[in-house]
């Protein structure tokens, strides 16, 4: 997991929520401009970010989610008490901004399933 776009305490919350868990990898905090340049590098299966604020922020991330065809994308809705999951091949996931609903929604990314936790 690769954090991105987000402020420094939902990022730490991010960072220590996924810490917790022994099957998920924390993979570091990338600028959203970097990602592209970093992607191959890291290989991550989900980037989390924050929703973008500027038209710029908005067209690098639907960039992302249309170029890294393998990459899920999770935007974290704070204000909206949700998170929005884009998945290749899947229209968005809506899941409760939970930290169980959060650490269900990665490990089924990984493990390909969808958020109701059935295989894919």
Do not use: C, K
């Not at 420094?8 to 991010?14: E, P, Q, T, V, W």
């Not at 996924?18 to 959203?32: K, M, P, S, T």
């Not at 973008?52 to 204000?79: G, H, K, M, N, Q």
């Amino acid at each position: 997991m690769v954090l991105t776009n987000m402020n420094r305490i939902l990022a730490a919350i991010m960072r220590n929520l996924v810490g917790r868990e022994a099957d998920l990898v924390y993979a570091g905090d990338v600028a959203l401009a970097q990602l592209p340049t970093v992607l191959p590098t890291l290989r991550p299966d989900v980037v989390v970010l924050s929703p973008p604020r500027s038209e710029r922020a908005r067209a690098a991330r639907d960039e992302l989610r249309t170029v890294a065809f393998d990459l899920t994308v999770v935007e974290i809705r704070p204000r909206d008490d949700r998170a929005v999951i884009w998945r290749p091949g899947f229209g968005p996931e809506h899941i409760a901004l939970t930290s169980s609903g959060i650490v269900a929604a990665l490990r089924g990314v990984r493990a390909g399933r969808d958020l109701s936790g059935g295989a894919l």
